[in-house]
């Protein structure tokens, strides 16, 4: 039987050699951040949450910029910060759910890092998201609609985007990051 301490232990080794920045990509609940900051810390590798740069740097939330500036206020503030810190090195990026819709951002994502979609499936992301205050898009009459609505614009543009596409329907985060990692070398080798 498979020592998964070793297991670990092995993959992290491996991953840390890999080079370059790993952006993760997906719909809002797909487990970017959480995903991301475990993969940094096995990758050896700094992590940056966009939502969360644009929060530092204006010093509210995003529902606040929403609020105040609309989605298209919140949305060029998302390309400033994410031409910014696509010049850094050796970085895992959460990326915000709609950061892929502009041409600009998925230029500067495909050319300097390699990008991974978190897909989720709808009901999933349902889950995951009803309860969030924090999700301004959905702050609607049917949020679920919403969400399938988003859905269906953004699943296609996440996965002609994607160097990879992985399924998030694994309830366990550590076994779904053993598989994203194994993903990762293997697309890495190739």
């Known amino acids: 039987m498979e020592n998964t301490n070793e297991r670990t232990s092995a993959n992290s080794s491996t991953l840390s050699s890999f080079k370059g920045n790993i952006y993760l990509v997906g719909m809002m609940g797909a487990g970017k951040t959480s995903v991301g900051r ?5 990758a050896r590798k700094s992590f940056f949450d966009s939502d969360q740069v644009i929060e530092e740097r204006t010093g509210v939330s995003i ?14 503030r998302e390309q400033a910060a ?10 895992v990026l959460a990326t915000g759910g709609g ?4 041409e600009e951002n998925r230029r500067s994502l ?3 890092g390699f990008v991974v979609y978190l897909k989720a499936q709808v009901n999933d992301l349902w889950k995951r998201t009803q309860a969030d205050k924090n ?26 985007l994607a160097d990879l596409v992985i399924e998030t329907g694994d309830p366990n985060l550590q076994i779904f990051l053993s598989r994203l990692e194994d993903e990762l070398v293997k697309a890495r080798v190739q």
């Open 82 to 91: 994410i031409a910014d810190l696509t010049k850094l090195d050796d970085i």
């Open 99 to 102: 950061a892929i819709l502009f």
């Open 38 to 42: 475990l993969l940094a810390k096995r």
């Open 135 to 160: 999700r301004p898009l959905l702050d609607t009459e049917n949020p679920l609609s919403k969400l399938e609505d988003l859905f269906r614009v953004r699943d296609p543009i996440y996965t002609a």
């Open 110 to 112: 495909g050319a300097t």
């Open 63 to 76: 529902p606040t910029i929403f609020h105040h500036e609309g989605e298209s206020g919140f949305r060029a």
